[in-house]
């Protein structure tokens, strides 16, 4: 399974960024999609999950991020407004799959895309 994240940059406070990932590869399926972040001096952590019942949000950004899933299930894409300085970091794609029948379940990771939000 590979991942492939698009669509982080600079923008002012306030403004919006829509980040793009998508999976690619040998995938039998993918139980779980979602967004990390680590900011510089910080530890990764978990900003929102989808699955194909549910999204999970990080308290901090409740009501200011959308994460949402294409209908094949290989791409995820996490609409981010209101932006605060505070979200400045590194933004990974993750996700929780099964690349062949028999494989394990395992979570994979996409490269990492910069957001930085300027005062």
């Known amino acids: 399974v590979q991942l492939q994240a698009s669509g982080g940059g600079l923008v002012q406070a306030g403004g919006s960024l829509r980040l793009s990932c998508v999976a690619s590869g040998s995938i039998f399926n993918i139980y779980r999609m979602g967004w990390h972040r680590q900011a510089p001096g910080k530890q990764r952590e978990l900003v929102a999950t989808i699955t194909d019942s549910s999204t999970d949000y990080l308290d901090s950004v409740k009501g200011r991020f959308t994460i949402s899933s294409a209908d094949d299930k290989k791409t995820v894409d996490l609409l981010m407004n209101s932006l605060k300085p505070e979200d400045t970091a590194v933004y990974y794609c993750?996700?929780?799959?099964?690349?062949?029948?028999?494989?394990?379940?395992?979570?994979?990771w996409g490269q990492g895309t910069q957001v930085t939000v300027s005062s």
């Open positions: 993750a996700v929780r799959a099964k690349a062949r029948r028999y494989s394990p379940i395992d979570d994979y």
